[in-house]
């Protein structure tokens, strides 16, 4: 096993704990955290990518590792606004769940998946 | 290009400018926004050719590519109308207040207007995976805010739940598009169609992409973040948001599907596609019925009508299994029909969800149960409902029936006619949920209704109009349309310019 299939199966690994964790945690918190595990994975793909596809005598292939870029921008942003959101959600509610709903659409709640 | 600079360099200088002239600066977008929409499709309409436009130009596979066929055309054109629409209407809800520099909800509606506009712009014209990725995102981040415009507790945790499914969507998209860089070294759509062979890292990825995508576009069972985040949403957004971002994502699955792997289309993926369409539409048109919110029922809709438009997947992949010239004509009325739903669905909810805006202004409530009589002192607006509910139901003369009867025919005709089935009973629910709003409102009252607040014959214009753009659309010919055949199967001598 070399370098790069290691690292592919660590990324495939990340991003079904964060898949996992984002489905089963109900609280929100906890789900914006298993976001970022499944976004870790997938930019680890990306890097394992640009490691395999690297021409020889170069480190690394510079394309995914822009988009590798891109894509983090991307989710720390991402990030930020959904814990804005939250924490706006506790101050105005008091609470930090998904499970305040209006009454008429109490059945479509599924703990919020 | 100009297509999405124009909203992007909006956003810019409401930014810059603020206040009073963010409003300003949106419309003269939108106007110039509609203009330039209407250039380009003029265009591919004369020369029957996709214009490929390479940024700052560097050709692919290094550089990226935009690139404008029938049915980016098209969509473009529908979303400047809608957003011009939208403009209109939100100009009495979301202005300045007297006497204040800069107020909060029309500083963030006006720029996110733009935003969102910019974004869909960036998905019909996209012709590269990252770019859509990029694309998509700015949608979301675009459309999440202006769910909890009111801030109250219940939209801002809709908002976080649409935002997380968004999330989840887009990072799954993303591995896709690892998977395909991976493996093919090239993400720009045209030189993956040439090169993508049968094999299990394309299924991976297109599973993946095609998974996330489906919880964007609030497919059924992925669907549960729209209607919480539609109804609690301000008229002109929910307009917006049911509308148009919602297509976005949907367009997306379609560039994968037939752009990027078309020859490679698998029949059973595409039934199971339009299995969830078909579960989407009986689900969602039943939940409308019960729901005792107008918001609520018009949202629930939405989930109903998105359904239609997964019937495309087997009705116009047919020929890989057919193989015969009758059947590639109907793959391209299937095509027709369902773009045409696309269409005439964005329009028509535009309409009917900004009618909702108006009588709920004007009532003070949006209780199905407490609108009787509302047609005598709303008359356009009604009519604009009913109107709007012609085109979902699917009766002639509405862009619905064309649409509807266009994958109808298709789905007959190839022999998939249990698809057919599920068309007409869900046309059959709309117009249960639809006179469920209508009978009461039509209804004759002994007291007078009063209105809480009196409503602007110009804003009831508009979404009026609107309507009846959704009606005129039922003139387009029940044939394949050949414009939105422009740049269907890519050719390679467009790639080479």
Not at chain 1, 78 to 93: C, E, F, G, K
Not at chain 2, 19 to 24: D, K, L, S
Not at chain 2, 348 to 365: C, Y
């Amino acid at each position: 096993m070399n370098a790069a299939t290691l690292y592919g199966l660590c990324s495939a690994a990340l991003v079904g704990l964060g898949l996992f964790g984002a489905i089963v945690h109900p609280q929100p918190l906890r789900k914006i955290l298993a976001f970022n595990l499944l976004g870790g994975g997938v930019f680890l793909q990306f890097g394992v990518i640009a490691r395999r596809g690297a021409a020889a005598g170069m480190g690394g292939d510079p394309v995914p590792q822009a988009m590798v870029i891109t894509g983090i921008v991307v989710a720390f942003s991402a990030t930020a606004l959904a814990v804005t959101l939250l924490l706006r959600l506790y101050q105005v509610s008091g609470s930090a769940t998904l499970s305040i709903e209006t009454q008429s659409s109490s059945e479509s709640d599924g703990g919020g998946r | 290009m100009l297509a999405i600079a124009v909203p992007a360099a909006g956003v810019v200088l409401a930014m810059a400018l603020g206040g009073r002239q963010a409003e300003r600066i949106a419309l003269a977008a939108a106007s110039a926004g509609l203009c330039i929409a209407l250039a380009i499709a003029a265009n591919i309409w004369q020369s029957r050719t996709p214009i490929a436009y390479h940024l700052g130009g560097w050709a692919p596979p290094l550089g990226i590519a935009l690139r404008a066929d029938g049915l980016s055309a098209i969509m473009a054109v529908t979303t400047a109308v809608v957003i011009c629409a939208i403009g209109l209407f939100a100009r009495q809800g979301f202005s300045v207040p007297e006497g204040a520099q800069e107020a909060r909800a029309p500083m963030v509606f006006w720029t996110l207007l733009m935003g969102v506009w910019a974004g869909l712009n960036a998905v019909w014209f996209g012709a590269d995976l990252f770019t859509l990725y990029v694309a998509l995102e700015l949608l979301t981040f675009g459309a999440v805010p202006l769910v909890s415009l009111d801030g109250r507790a219940e939209t801002l945790a809709a908002a976080l739940r649409y935002l997380l499914f968004a999330l989840l969507g887009s990072a799954m998209y993303l591995l896709g598009v690892a998977l395909f860089y991976g493996a093919y070294g090239t993400l720009d759509i045209a030189l993956l169609s040439g090169l993508v062979r049968a094999e299990p890292v394309v299924w991976v990825a297109v599973a993946l992409m095609t998974a996330g995508l489906i919880a964007k576009t609030a497919l059924f069972p992925l669907h549960l973040w729209l209607p919480p985040a539609h109804a609690g949403a301000p008229a002109a957004a929910s307009a917006l948001l049911s509308a148009l971002v919602v297509k976005g994502s949907f367009v997306l699955i379609v560039r994968i599907w037939f752009d990027t792997i078309p020859s490679l289309l698998n029949q059973a993926a595409a039934q199971m596609l339009a299995a969830l369409g078909a579960a989407a539409i009986v689900f969602g048109s039943v939940l409308a019925l019960r729901q005792e919110r107008l918001k609520l029922l018009i949202a629930y809709s939405t989930i109903a009508q998105i359904g239609y438009l997964f019937f495309l997947f087997p009705l116009a992949s047919a020929p890989l299994r057919v193989a015969s010239g009758t059947t590639e004509l109907w793959t391209g009325v299937a095509w027709t029909g369902g773009v045409l739903q696309l269409v005439s669905h964005a329009v028509a909810k535009a309409a009917m969800f900004m009618a909702a805006g108006l009588i709920a202004e004007a009532l003070g409530h949006d209780r199905i149960a407490g609108l009787g009589g509302i047609a005598r002192v709303l008359p356009m607006t009604v009519f604009a409902f009913g109107l709007g509910g012609m085109s979902l139901m699917g009766l002639p003369p509405s862009g619905g029936f064309v649409a509807k009867a266009m994958l109808l025919m298709a789905a007959v005709a190839e022999g998939q006619w249990w698809w057919s089935v599920v068309i007409l009973a869900g046309g059959l629910l709309a117009a249960g949920y639809v006179f469920r709003v209508l009978t009461p409102a039509l209804a004759a009252t002994d007291a007078p209704l009063t209105l809480r607040t009196p409503v602007s014959s110009g804003r009831q214009g508009v979404v009026l109009a609107l309507a009846i753009c959704a009606l005129l659309l039922g003139l387009v010919p029940l044939r394949p349309s050949l414009l939105l055949e422009v740049g269907r199967h890519i050719p390679t001598t467009v790639i080479a310019r």
